[in-house]
């Protein structure tokens, strides 16, 4: 078989994946063709039986080794708020007690309610002692002053 066959083959296969969503099947034999149309090309691959062999081969080994950990990868997590417990947070502007206003945590910018009894000044230090929804419930770190 011819080497550019077996590129055309492979790039027609990744196109393929690309039109579909999420199998990540036709990339394992995508990139196998293109590995043995390569080999083939600088007359490593051998005959056209030694190249079909090394292509189920490749195709077959990379599928069942790497499809789990690339959609792993590619699945996006959200991140679980209640690990936000205890984090500590930056409100962006003085809150009252029981006020409502911003709070920069991890480089974002949240809805944080002051739930401690006395007032939080912007970029005091504190600690998110709850979530509520999508909103944070601070209040000061201890021992730490503004």
Same mark, same amino acid.
């Given at each position: ?8 083959? +492979?790039? #027609? @296969?990744?196109?393929?994946? !690309? &039109? ?6 036709? $990339?394992?034999? /995508? =990139?196998? %063709? ?6 083939? +090309?600088? #007359? @490593?691959?051998?005959?056209? !039986? &030694? ?6 081969? $490749?195709?077959? /080994? =990379?599928? %069942? ?27 962006? =502007? ?53």
């Amino acid at each position: 078989m011819a080497w550019w066959l077996w590129i055309v083959v +492979g790039l #027609g @296969l990744l196109v393929f994946e !690309l &039109a579909t969503p999420g199998g990540l099947f036709a $990339l394992f034999f /995508g =990139a196998a %063709a293109i590995v043995v149309g390569l080999l083939a +090309g600088v #007359g @490593l691959a051998g005959p056209v !039986l &030694a190249q079909w062999v090394l292509f189920s081969g $490749l195709s077959i /080994g =990379a599928l %069942a080794l790497l499809r789990g950990r690339l959609r792993d990868r590619l699945t996006h997590r959200p991140i679980a708020v209640d690990t936000l417990v205890g984090e500590t947070a930056v409100p962006l =502007a003085d809150l009252e007690p029981n006020a409502v206003g911003k709070a920069e945590l991890r480089g974002s910018s949240w809805e944080a309610r002051n739930v401690a009894g006395v007032p939080l000044a912007a970029g005091q230090r504190c600690r998110v002692v709850q979530v509520d929804g999508l909103a944070l419930c601070i209040g000061p770190e201890e021992g730490r002053r503004p």
